[in-house]
Nanobody
């Protein structure tokens, strides 16, 4: 089992910045990737950014050049620096961890609200 705890959401004006953090605990040696997804009201959950244990990074086109994903030194923490925020970035942001320990599993955090006002 892997537990994920997010922090850092909040309310910000358009053009502002926020930094999300996610800390993993449990059998963290099984983690192969971590990332962020978001879900706006009435919409499906979508990928924002992911980073693998090897350091490969993937961003959604909508956030490229504005958001930066990174890992902490212990590699069980992932951050999402969000700059130049837009109202359309408003959503609940979920931390995700992909693991492999005989089989692949995905774990989710509880979510943190990000609201960008115009």
């Amino acid at each position: 089992q892997v537990q994920l705890v997010e922090s850092g959401g909040g309310l910000v004006q358009a053009g502002g910045s926020l930094r999300l953090s996610c800390a993993a605990s449990g059998i963290i040696f099984t983690i192969t990737s971590m990332g962020w997804y978001r879900q706006a009201p009435g919409k499906q959950r979508e990928l924002v950014a992911t980073i693998t244990s090897a350091g490969s990074i993937n961003y959604a086109d909508s956030v490229k050049g504005r958001f930066t994903i990174s890992r902490g030194n212990g590699k069980n923490t992932v951050f999402l620096q969000m700059n130049s925020l837009k109202p359309e970035d408003t959503a609940v942001y979920y931390c995700n961890a992909g693991t492999y320990y005989g089989a692949r599993r995905a774990y989710w955090g509880q979510g943190t609200q990000v609201t960008v006002s115009s």
